[in-house]
């Protein structure tokens, strides 16, 4: 048997794009924007920059986020991110030892780590709703367990493990007659889904405007309720304001377009594909899908499309350490859609993924190796009580353990 070829490369006009979750292409005309605010600071200074943009800055951004997210204007705030927003948020929520946080397995790393400090801080209890057997949040126990001892309530919209979509209004409608502090992250919602803030009941929703709006980076926003804040969170640069508003101009009009849902399409190719197990819990995906293969590591699976000339993600489980299907330390790829992508991405992205394995299987079989995908070390699983281990490690400066309270 002959020795494998190389994979062919492509050039990036060819590019398909199936990482918008992670990162959005930049419209051609909210890059320009961004270009060109970044040259006139570059030239005469943020101070005249933000004299140039004035009212773009003052008012006509903070109106599109309003439209966006249902709220008044003035509710809303520009951020570096949503990570940022949590963190302040947080920092103003008062909290004793006798008070409990929920999260949940969808929690991201970045409000982990603010939730795992605001814990050691105030010594109160972090707690982490359960999901049911099919994979959605279990409502029914945070009905059953919800008092006023919880203080603090952090769900994510959309999944940035697997896409999965919680409900966050129902959440929103639960938690109403209480006390708790209710923080949504929209991060991965925002720009694919509808986001009604005031619907969701929550006290703070954040997003960042790098993925679905397909902004610039460092640049995030938050609606935030009356009263909520106790210092606001960093500011964005000018130029990156600017190309967000572009981005939000770009992302409305674009919505009022007929578009296919390609999501269906994709999952059916990772689902056809022999070897590759999809990750897919709760009864409703939206945007992104991951899998992996039992096999093909996901570092080589990921590199093997971009040769082709096909931008996925590759996922590690410290970036979700709580989530059930990512715990177990596998690392596994992320496919997300959106408008800017066709049908011939998701075709162009299933003849790849086949040459990849194809080429992989190849290479063994020359090789005479026979391949073993081993896992990358993670933690111990959530501790049952103080103590104990942790998922992963956070901050240097933080205390010496990090535990959480399973959910019975």
Request: hydrophobic share 40%.
């Amino acid at each position: 048997m002959n020795a494998p070829t190389n994979a062919p490369t492509y050039d990036t006009e060819r590019t398909a794009h199936l990482d918008t979750a992670g990162t959005g292409r930049m419209p051609d005309g909210v890059r320009a924007v961004l270009a060109a605010c970044t040259a006139r600071d570059d030239r005469f200074g943020s101070r005249a920059l933000k004299e140039h943009l004035g009212a773009v800055l003052d008012t006509e951004v903070h109106d599109r986020l309003g439209g966006l997210l249902g709220v008044p204007a003035g509710d809303t705030v520009l951020t570096t991110g949503a990570a940022a927003a949590f963190d302040a948020f947080v920092c103003a929520t008062e909290l004793g030892p006798g008070d409990r946080i929920w999260t949940t397995p969808h929690e991201g790393v970045d409000h982990l780590t603010t939730l795992y400090a605001l814990r050691d801080r105030t010594r109160c209890r972090l707690e982490v709703v359960p999901l049911r057997a099919d994979g959605d949040l279990d409502l029914d126990w945070m009905r059953d367990h919800i008092d006023e001892d919880v203080a603090l309530v952090s769900v994510v919209h959309v999944s940035s493990a697997c896409g999965t979509v919680n409900p966050v209004e129902r959440v929103g409608r639960l938690l109403a007659p209480h006390r708790a502090r209710y923080a949504v992250d929209a991060s991965h919602s925002v720009g694919q889904l509808p986001v009604d803030a005031a619907r969701t009941g929550a006290h703070l929703v954040t997003a960042d405007g790098w993925r679905f709006l397909r902004g610039p980076d460092a640049v995030g926003f938050a609606y935030a309720a009356p009263g909520v804040w106790g210092g606001r969170p960093p500011a964005p640069a000018p130029a990156a304001v600017a190309a967000l508003n572009a981005a939000l101009a770009h992302h409305a009009a674009a919505s009022r377009l007929p578009r296919e849902d390609l999501l269906p399409r994709l999952r059916a190719v990772v689902e056809r594909t022999p070897g590759i197990e999809l990750l897919a819990p709760g009864r409703e995906q939206a945007g992104m899908l991951a899998f992996r293969h039992g096999e093909v590591p996901a570092a080589l699976i990921r590199r093997g499309l971009a040769r082709r000339g096909v931008v996925l993600r590759k996922s590690v489980a410290q970036e979700n350490p709580l989530h059930p299907a990512v715990r177990d330390g596998d690392t596994a790829v992320r496919a997300s859609v959106h408008h800017d992508n066709g049908a011939q991405d998701i075709d162009r992205f299933e003849q790849a993924l086949r040459e990849v394995l194809r080429e992989e299987r190849e290479r063994r079989e020359y090789t005479g190796a026979a391949f073993t995908a081993a896992p990358a070390a993670v933690g111990a699983a959530v501790a049952d009580g103080p103590g104990g281990p942790s998922p992963y490690r956070a901050k240097p400066a933080g205390r010496r353990h990090l535990t959480l309270h399973r959910a019975t």
